[in-house]
């Protein structure tokens, strides 16, 4: 079974940074977009950023110029570098395979996701 794994989630001062991991246990990461998604407390899930096989980049209007991703084919991992954090980024974040019509629609199932938590 096909598992996305995120990592590297911790508490942080507003104004901190957090690189988030996503790593699988397959071979998805390499042959696929990669996207970024958060869910706020008592929100719905929602796209923060998405990587294209070959590195093309999209982003929330809610993180452009503070989020980063990037990814690394051959040690199959995608990272999200945050700085700047805000109160408001406190989430769980995950990572999926976005389908190519909808990147708010993800392939598979969600992994456990890694807590971020900003404080003020």
């Known amino acids: 079974q096909v598992q996305l794994v995120e990592s590297g989630g911790g508490l942080v001062q507003a104004g901190g940074s957090l690189r988030l991991s996503c790593t699988d246990s397959g071979n998805i990461i390499s042959v696929n977009a990669i996207a970024w998604y958060r869910q706020l407390p008592g929100k719905q899930r929602e796209f923060v950023a998405r990587?294209?096989?070959?590195?093309?980049?999209n982003y929330a209007d809610s993180v452009i110029d503070r989020f980063t991703i990037s990814r690394d084919n051959a040690k199959k991992v995608v990272f999200l570098q945050m700085s700047s954090l805000k109160p408001e980024d406190t989430a769980l974040y995950y990572c999926n395979v976005p389908a190519s019509t909808s990147w708010n629609r993800p392939l598979y199932s969600w992994g456990q996701g890694t807590q971020v938590t900003v404080s003020s």
């Open positions: 990587i294209g096989r070959y590195g093309d980049a």
